[in-house]
């Protein structure tokens, strides 16, 4: 299973919220194509109320931290708050939270070994690409279709 939205949907995560970055996350889709592998859409409700965020204001000291974090490891695990051991109010723990996952109809994706080699820059202009954009724009509807089931 691969979290599409990485460490800048991480830093967003807050409860009660679900802000998905999507149309930047194309690599899954490349793996897809070279592979032969199927798109399956995921969508978990809930896990953003797992944990508090310690909010952190744009362009201070933390925020900055994360930013260069998130550049040179390519994540970065924002502050939060749990539920600790044995019932205390803070720690590391997930809080008891109900988590409804749905899972969508998987994707068939046709194996394509044709220039998947190539930086993404240069496949822009081949059947490659053409073929690359439109499994991405499939994946991307079924994902949203996913999302009118969040239950109320």
């Excluded at 194509?33 to 201070?60: R, Y």
Aim: glycine share 10%; net charge positive.
């Amino acid at each position: 299973m691969v979290a599409i939205g990485g460490a800048s949907e991480a830093l967003l995560a807050a409860p009660g919220t679900m802000d998905l970055i999507l149309n930047k996350r194309k690599g899954f889709v490349r793996v897809a194509l070279t592979t032969g592998a199927h798109l399956v859409p995921v969508l978990s409700f809930g896990e953003n109320d797992l944990f508090d965020p310690i909010a952190v204001e744009k362009h201070s000291l933390t925020w900055h931290s994360q930013q260069l974090t998130k550049s040179v490891l390519g994540f970065c695990v924002p502050p939060f708050v749990g539920r600790g051991l044995l019932g205390y109010p803070y720690g590391l723990l997930p809080k008891a939270r109900p988590v409804v996952t749905v899972v969508g109809k998987p994707l068939p994706v046709p194996q394509w070994p044709g220039t998947s080699h190539l930086p993404l820059k240069l496949q822009t202009k081949t059947s490659w690409w053409r073929l690359f954009t439109l499994w991405h724009e499939k994946y991307l509807q079924a994902y949203s279709g996913l999302q009118s089931l969040l239950p109320e």
